[in-house]
């Protein structure tokens, strides 16, 4: 995936609310909008990806349908981080209790948090540094868990909370630990 950044802070403010009117306007598009105000636009993921994506978000779906401890969400869900990035991650989760605190308001429009789990699945045209600077940035913003998916070397980044990264090489699972108590991905149905 392609994505092209358009350097904005000098010559327009955009407000939250622009941003989410300019992504609606725009469905075809994929924005995300970091801390300086800069406007990241993304081609759409190969089929491929999509689909592995899709088997991702499906496996976390199913296990939060079983639960009910949280809400959790696909790669079209935005949420504005408290330092200012609008970011939307492939997958995501928050628990039910950020759920319920959300106005309904908020509920239609990008969330104001960040994540406690998500999963970046990395495309062949990805950025490795890149997309380890934005898993950085999420953990800054208050993310737990988080795993960045790297198809082509088949290797699992592992963020958490306050410890070092853990690098995993080809892993079969990958354990929701205690933030997603029982969630187990297939990683058959990803790589």
């Known amino acids: 995936m392609n994505s092209f950044t358009i350097e904005l802070d000098s010559v327009i403010e955009m407000t939250d609310e622009q941003f989410f009117q300019l992504c609606q306007k725009n469905q075809d598009l994929r924005f995300e909008r970091n801390a300086k105000g800069d406007l990241i636009i993304m081609s759409p993921a190969g089929a491929e990806t999509g689909n592995r994506n899709g088997r991702l978000t499906q496996q976390l779906f199913n296990w939060a349908d079983r639960n009910q401890l949280g809400i ?28 319920n605190n959300l106005t309904p308001e908020q509920r239609t429009k990008f969330l104001p948090l960040c994540p406690d789990f998500l999963v970046e699945l990395m495309s062949p045209s990805d950025s490795l540094s890149e997309a380890r600077k934005k898993m950085k940035e999420y953990l800054e913003n208050g993310m737990i ?3 960045l998916i790297n198809r082509e070397t088949q290797k699992v980044e592992i963020y958490r909370a306050g410890k070092d990264v853990e690098i995993l090489d080809s892993p079969e699972t990958l354990s929701g630990e205690n933030i997603l108590p029982g969630f187990i991905l297939d990683m058959t149905r990803i790589w």
Request: aromatic share 16%.
């Open 72 to 99: 959790p969400f696909d790669s079209s869900a935005g949420f504005n981080l408290p330092n200012g990035d609008n970011r939307s991650p492939d997958a995501a989760w928050i628990p039910i209790e950020k759920w």
């Open 145 to 147: 868990l988080g795993w």
